[in-house]
């Protein structure tokens, strides 16, 4: 789930159940079939597929599965891999904005089962636009703070682009412009400071806190569209307390 608030990385530290994990491998080797289709399977000429496979194999996807997957996608196991992304805009309790990316093979299929998942759990589907305007995309670099203050991380990644270093709780992330990712990841590398998850992502410019009562709907909103097959990301402006995350912890 991303989303950038203290939910995601609760949500993060929570047990890895096996169904979420084949969730997660299922986004992933959909990333790499996309990769390779627009690429081509040679990795050294194929940036994004490279990309898309050291994300995999990070996650712990099986080299087998990877491997089908690029041949899959790059046609040469006679299968016919097209997908199509899509986004859908949507509303949550207490004003809360969500953008739900989707990459599917049928686009009628993915219209209806995100329409019912979001309807279903007290949101509605928003005017294309009306949600959107508030996100922009960035790169985003999340880590665990160890040790690290602000200003050691700062001084790590400034000059590789990024722009700014913000306070998660228990971790930093790093924005950038999506362009400087690579740049600001290599940056960390080289100064042996550990991340969790780099990736291209929609930030919004405002946050909206939730009360207890709309953090309990909004994170089964979120859950349920996230079960989809066809979403690979669901990104939000909803910023949920320690407060109010440790009164949920306790349902």
């Known amino acids: 789930m991303s989303g950038h608030s203290k ?6 530290k929570k047990a890895v159940i096996d169904a979420k ?6 986004k992933l080797i959909k990333n790499i079939e996309v990769a390779a289709r627009a690429g081509g399977a040679d990795m050294s000429g194929n940036p994004a597929l490279e990309l898309a496979v050291s994300k995999a194999k990070k996650t712990s996807v099986p080299n087998d ?3 089908r997957a690029i041949k899959r996608g790059a046609g040469l196991t006679g299968e016919s891999i097209d997908y ?5 805009e949507a509303r949550g309790p207490q004003g809360s904005a969500l953008l739900i990316e989707c990459l599917t093979d049928n686009k009628n299929r993915a219209a209806s089962e995100v329409r019912l998942a979001v309807t279903r759990n007290g949101g509605s589907i928003a005017d294309p636009g009306s949600v959107s305007y508030q ?6 670099v999340n880590l665990p703070k160890n040790e690290l203050t602000e200003d050691d991380l700062l001084m790590a990644v400034l000059e590789a682009g990024a722009e700014e270093v913000k306070d998660s709780g228990e971790n930093f992330e790093v924005h950038s412009e999506p362009q400087d990712l690579r740049a600001v990841v290599s940056s960390l590398e080289e100064a042996g400071i550990e991340y969790e998850t780099d990736e291209v992502e929609f930030v919004s410019s405002m946050q ?3 009360d207890a ?3 309990r709907k909004f994170l089964k909103l979120a859950d349920a569209l996230e079960d989809l097959d066809d979403v690979q990301n669901v990104y939000s402006n909803v910023d949920i307390s320690a407060d109010v995350m440790a009164e949920l912890d306790e349902d």
């Open 65 to 67: 599965n990877i491997d």
């Open 208 to 210: 909206v806190e939730l």
């Open 84 to 88: 199509q992304e899509i986004m859908y």
């Open 21 to 26: 994990r084949a969730k997660s491998f299922a």
């Open 213 to 215: 009562d709309s953090a």
């Open 7 to 12: 939910w995601a990385t609760t949500k993060h």
């Open 135 to 140: 996100f922009t995309r960035k790169g985003v």
